[in-house]
Nanobody, 127 residues
Framework: EVQLVESGGGLVQAGGSLRLSCAAS???????????IGWFRQAPGTEREAVSC???????YYADSVKGRFTISKDNAKNTVYLQMNSLRPEDTAVYYC??????????????????WGQGTQVTVSS
């Protein structure tokens, strides 16, 4: 069973930065190298939406609303995926979730195609 644990959320002023981390584990032999990873977010009353996704071969997807401000990356040795968020805006306020699905050479951007989800971390951006 794959487990994902997000951290790094918090309260920040508009224009500030946060780095979210997603620590992945899955027992003996598990490696995030075999997975497509996504960061999603959900604000109250809205659908969970894809923010940024990363294929196992390091192709990336960014939602238009975060292009140029957010950067997704991973450290295979640590089985950890990051989301660096700069120039934060109040509209970025949401619960951010990390998701994973076993996939090779595939950039997965559809929420329902992900098998595993973290518990989420709250990001609040004040104006």
């Amino acid at each position: 069973e794959v487990q994902l644990v997000e951290s790094g959320g918090g309260l920040v002023q508009a224009g500030g930065s946060l780095r979210l981390s997603c620590a992945a584990s899955g027992g003996s032999g598990f490696t995030v190298e075999d997975y497509a990873i996504g960061w999603f977010r959900q604000a109250p009353g809205t659908e969970r939406e894809a923010v940024s996704c990363l294929s196992n071969d390091k192709r990336t997807y960014y939602a238009d609303s975060v292009k140029g401000r957010f950067t997704i990356s991973k450290d295979n040795a640590k089985n950890t995926v990051y989301l660096q968020m700069n120039s934060l805006r109040p509209e970025d306020t949401a619960v951010y979730y990390c998701a994973a699905v076993p996939a090779l050479h595939a950039l997965v951007t559809i929420r329902d195609e992900y098998d595993y989800w973290g518990q989420g971390t709250q990001v609040t951006v004040s104006s």
